[in-house]
């Protein structure tokens, strides 16, 4: 199983800005982020391909902005225009066929 190490989150006021990166242990076919608010389940944020092909949730779309470094298996989010409801647990997402998931940084958005 690849090993992910995130980084980022933590406070920050409505909108304003944070970005989480992660790096993965080795190369690896698709990464992203995914989120888990209290109460809620597990959710898509954004995902990126080797190849640089993206695919967002509707609710961070044009706000967050997903990228990735292939020499350093590293990914990136870029989290603008940041909402109360983007308050969540995001986690580190990895997958070449087994899934692997970093172990969360938290992500709070309140005055």
């Known amino acids: 199983q690849v090993h992910l190490v995130e980084s980022g989150g933590g406070l920050v006021q409505p909108g304003g800005s944070l970005r989480l990166s992660c790096v993965a242990s080795?190369?690896?076919?698709?990464m992203g982020w995914y989120r888990q608010a209290p109460g809620k389940q597990r959710e898509l944020v954004a995902t990126?391909?080797?190849?640089?092909?993206?695919n967002y949730a509707d609710s961070v779309m044009g706000r967050f902005v997903i990228s990735r470094d292939n020499a350093r298996n590293r990914v990136s989010l870029q989290m603008n225009n940041l909402l109360p409801e983007d308050t969540a647990v995001y986690y580190c997402y990895a997958s070449g066929g087994e899934v692997s998931w970093g172990r969360g940084t938290l992500v709070t958005v309140s005055s």
């Open positions: 990126v391909t080797f190849e640089g092909a993206t």
């Open positions: 080795e190369t690896i076919y698709s």
